[in-house]
């Protein structure tokens, strides 16, 4: 299945693995892929895999003839394959509050990971790429000051921190309270009482992040390849 990024008109052919994440969609669901070519974000849902829908069309003029200088010069270039769908590590204790934290998650379109223990999140976060990472404050036996993955997260290189939108969730946070969130150094805080209404946040949040630092990342991205 190939589809065109809208932004750039990149043709990207989405892996099996994707089409079927976008298939179990539910009405009114979408999930969100970055472009590999303008790192930009593509929204797709269940109507996205119907043919045509994502071809331009035109009912005054036909299309132009396709570009065959590649013919000459021996070269063409390859459509790109978006593989992965972006993942969240999830690091709350089992109950009620992850349960509802991961229906929230995969209702955006992210695959939820966990891990029992911040020695097994940090291992994770070493060999994989995470698109974000949810951290509850009872997650360790110690405070947030003392948590082990969250000075893992403060420290991390900005060129990697960048690219992830960390959550910190307690009972002692002020949900969307910015301010909180910078001193945490994270780029979301939400009060335990909120977490039912996490899905809404979350589509609030994210797109004023994308919005802020999408920019800067496609620059990041580019500096860094």
């Not at 693995?17 to 969609?25: A, D, H, M, S, T």
């Not at 998650?105 to 966990?114: C, P, T, V």
Request: proline share 7%.
């Amino acid at each position: 299945m190939t589809i065109t990024c809208i932004h750039c008109s990149k043709k990207l052919k989405l892996s099996t693995k994707i089409q079927k994440g976008i298939e179990r969609l539910a009405p009114g669901r979408t999930l969100r892929l970055p472009c590999p070519q303008c790192k930009k974000t593509i929204t797709l849902d269940s109507n996205s895999l119907k043919p045509g829908l994502n071809q331009p069309t035109s009912s005054v003029k036909p299309p132009t003839p396709p570009d065959i200088t590649w013919l000459k010069e021996g070269q063409f270039e390859e459509e790109e394959v978006v593989e992965d769908i972006p993942q969240t590590l999830i690091l709350v204790p089992p109950g009620n509050a992850r349960d509802n934290i991961t229906k929230a998650i995969e209702s955006i379109g992210y695959q939820a990971s966990f891990a029992e223990s911040s020695q097994e999140a940090i291992e994770k976060m070493q060999f994989e790429n995470f698109a974000s990472v949810i951290l509850h404050s009872g997650f360790e036996k110690e405070s947030l000051a003392q948590s082990s993955f969250h000075q893992f997260m403060r420290d991390m290189s900005m060129l990697k921190r960048r690219f992830i939108f960390y959550i910190l969730i307690g009972p002692d946070f002020s949900t969307f309270y910015d301010l909180e969130a910078l001193a945490s150094s994270a780029n979301l805080v939400v009060n335990d009482r909120e977490v039912p209404e996490l899905l809404t946040i979350l589509r609030k949040a994210i797109p004023k992040y994308e919005e802020l630092f999408g920019s800067l990342m496609a620059e990041i991205s580019a500096y860094s390849g």
